[in-house]
């Protein structure tokens, strides 16, 4: 791994770190548990589409293009210290199995979608995210009823995930434009 890519890595952590630790400080006006904006996502969608599909593999970003583990790994290191720093560590579970499942969904949608189309691997991140929550609260809780939230947190995920994927989508593209 390249220093280069090393700091583009910590960068992105320290964003994604901070936008969730501001982001558990704001109290939204929906009465839904679990609801959350997740734009720390917009940051995990940015290093999973960084470098691909837009001709920017050329040039001084050669070395620098992530791949989708170093965007895993952005993702990981953030849930885990985003439960450090914010001492939730009963939310680290819901989290990881949220983000996982995400991350799964997201990295097959890369694969069929062009960084003209984030926004709809934001969404459907957002959907598989809460697919994961609903079910590690199901199995902790051992309540499945819990389930019934998931159809009021698909459509909030649906928006929100759209709103990440275009804040992503055009962060990419102005960096493009830069070079």
């Known amino acids: 791994m390249t220093t280069k890519k090393l700091t ?7 964003t994604a770190l901070i936008i969730f630790i501001i982001e558990a ?4 006006p929906i009465a839904i548990p679990g609801a959350k904006l997740g734009l720390a ?3 995990t969608l940015f290093a999973l589409f960084y470098g691909s599909g837009d001709g920017s593999s050329s040039g001084s970003r050669k070395n620098a293009n992530l791949r ?5 790994m952005v993702l990981i290191c953030r849930i ?6 914010t001492a939730r560590f009963t939310a680290f579970i819901y989290s990881l199995a949220g983000g996982l499942l995400a991350f799964a969904a997201q990295a097959v949608m890369k694969k069929i979608l062009t960084n003209k189309q984030i926004w709809a691997c934001g969404a459907v991140g957002a959907v598989f995210h809460n697919i994961g929550q609903i079910t590690a609260a199901a199995i902790i809780t051992r309540t499945p009823a819990i389930a019934a939230y998931l159809p009021l947190l698909t459509i909030a995920g649906i928006i929100t995930g759209v709103v990440t994927g275009l804040i992503a989508q055009f962060t990419l593209a102005r960096i493009s434009a830069w070079k």
Do not use: E, R, Y
Not at 68 to 72: G, I, L, P, S
Not at 80 to 85: D, E, H, M, P, S
């Open 68 to 72: 989708t583990v170093d965007a895993f």
């Open 41 to 43: 996502n917009a940051v």
């Open 8 to 14: 583009i890595m910590a960068t992105l952590t320290a």
């Open 25 to 28: 400080q704001i109290p939204l």
């Open 80 to 85: 885990i210290l985003g439960a450090v720093f």
